[in-house]
């Protein structure tokens, strides 16, 4: 074999590949890595010979490396914050209220509107930053704070920039149909007509969005609204994902799985029904156990027909300042397996793997092929990742084959 550019040793690999060992596990591994794609992933002593030769070698200390992480669902680009609703709530008033009086959703419209394209850059480069540094590699971005056609794009087009910025491998999704504008009150399928035959268009003609979403709710949007934004994606060729049945059930699940959708979103009401149609469909199910809990939401997804009817299950951050004001991965790992019970294996794969199938990015296993991009834990087993509270044990992050200097990874200072 050729000689790496990158080979990492003295390792434990949690490959995720999926088969007999936990995690995919390789103890006392190595990974080698040309031209950002991985050419092997195995167990040190079956490196083939030539692969060292002129690579560049990464002592990982007897570390865990696993894929780099994916967060498949988030709204980080968005003006202002909401903690002053947060408070609102905590003396009684409901989301939904709030959102029925005009706030929620579209006080942080009024805020990104206000925000030029430079703001919105600089206040969510922050955030991600804080994301990367906790192993975070490939990141999905949604609009959904313009709800004007200007405001989405700009919205998109920050989204852009912060992936040329950072080096996260960045992943965009038009979500025009996130909540009704002020502008359009008691104008619904006009608004409904601008999704679909302005925005969706656009973005897709200007290249600005991988994909396309819409919030099916009862403070929302309906099925049928939902659909015609769907109809709009699919004649742009764009792939589908949709918030479904989080708050109410609303068909939402079945209606993603009707479309093909690469995945269904939340899905804490969702009914047997919806996850069968998922399953036959092979929509995904991204859990974001983030908002159940800021939420206080007593539900969570059906897991257990998940698993029984063989759904795959993605778990993100749902990063946003309403419903998940949550700046760590490794804390919706954590979520994921008390709050919604998914093993500890399970909620890494749905980072990972999973959540690498969902934005159709070859990315989330540690294999011949896959992009390069990794992290070395300080960590004894996998399983810590979900199992600490808070700390910074990414030691080193690579990105497409590249080093990321640790200064850059945030407290990636030794933990051990
Ligand atoms: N569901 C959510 O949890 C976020 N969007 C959505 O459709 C919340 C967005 C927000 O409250 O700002
Ligand atoms: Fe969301």
Not at 66 to 83: I, M, Q
Not at 182 to 193: A, K, S
Not at 279 to 306: C, I, M, N, Q, S
Not at 392 to 399: F, G, K, M
């Amino acid at each position: 074999m050729v000689g790496a550019d990158l080979l990492v040793r003295n390792v434990h690999l949690a490959t995720m590949v999926p088969g007999d060992a936990p995690y995919g596990a390789v103890r006392h591994g190595a990974v080698a890595v040309r031209d950002g794609r991985i050419v092997f992933a195995g167990p040190d002593r079956d490196l083939p010979s030539g692969v060292a030769a002129g690579a560049r070698e990464m002592d990982g200390g007897g570390r865990w490396v696993t894929p780099g992480l994916v967060d498949c669902h988030t709204h980080l680009v968005f003006g202002g914050n909401r903690a002053a609703e947060f408070e609102r709530r905590l003396s009684g008033a409901t989301y939904e209220e709030i959102a029925r009086e005009g706030g929620g959703i579209l006080s942080t419209v009024a805020a990104t509107r206000a925000a030029s394209q430079e703001e919105l850059v600089a206040s969510a480069e922050a955030r991600l930053l804080l994301l990367a540094g906790r192993g975070v590699t490939t990141v999905e971005i949604k609009s959904g704070y313009g709800l004007d056609p200007a405001t989405e794009l700009r919205m998109l087009r920050a989204a852009r920039e912060l992936g040329t910025r950072t080096g996260v491998r960045v992943r965009t999704t038009l979500l025009g149909a996130h909540a009704l504008p002020e502008e359009y009150r008691g104008r619904r399928d006009d608004y409904v007509t601008l999704v679909a035959e302005e925005m969706v268009p656009e973005a897709a003609r200007l290249g600005l969005a991988d994909a396309v979403d819409a919030f099916c709710e009862g403070i929302a949007f309906s099925p049928d609204e939902c659909a015609r934004v769907f109809d709009a994606a699919v004649k742009a060729a764009l792939p589908l994902r949709l918030h479904a049945d989080q708050l109410s059930d609303q068909g939402g699940a079945a209606l993603a799985a009707r479309y093909g959708a690469r995945s269904a979103d939340h899905l804490e009401h969702a009914s047997d029904d919806g996850v069968r149609a998922m399953a036959a469909a092979r929509t995904a199910a991204v859990l974001l156990p983030g908002a159940a809990h800021f939420l206080r939401d007593a539900h969570v997804p059906p897991v257990e027909a998940f698993r029984r009817h063989g759904v795959p299950m993605a778990v993100a951050t749902d990063l946003n300042p309403g419903s998940s004001p949550l700046l760590d991965p490794l804390g919706a790992l954590s979520l994921a397996c008390v709050v919604f019970r998914l093993t500890p294996e399970e909620a890494l794969a749905g980072m990972t793997r999973v959540a690498a199938g969902v934005l159709g990015v070859e990315a989330g296993v540690l294999r011949p092929g896959a992009v390069a991009d990794l992290v070395l834990w300080s960590v004894g087993h996998p399983a810590e990742l979900a199992y600490w509270m808070g700390g910074s044990p990414a030691w080193r992050v690579v990105r497409a084959g590249s080093v990321i200097p640790p200064a850059q990874v945030a407290g990636g200072v030794e933990a051990s």
